[in-house]
């Protein structure tokens, strides 16, 4: 049940700094893997999320 809340404060959160994220992902002098590594990101914290919930249901 915590990692629900957990949940729902990343995305408030993301939603409150996702101004400046757009501006530093989009910003001409960046690095070409910035956007994968903003993707590789959430995807690492996703499965991280999975793992506990299953570790708490079993």
């Known amino acids: 049940m915590y990692s629900?809340?957990?949940i729902l404060l990343f995305?408030?959160?993301a939603f409150s700094v996702s101004p400046v994220?757009?501006?530093w992902w989009l910003a001409p002098g960046?690095?070409?893997y910035r956007p994968f590594a903003l993707w590789l990101i959430l995807i690492?914290?996703?499965i991280w999320l999975q793992h506990m919930q299953e570790?708490?249901?079993s």
């Open 4 to 6: 629900h809340r957990l």
């Open 11 to 13: 995305v408030f959160a």
């Open 21 to 23: 994220i757009i501006d």
């Open 30 to 32: 960046g690095a070409w």
């Open 44 to 46: 690492g914290v996703s």
């Open 55 to 57: 570790d708490d249901d």
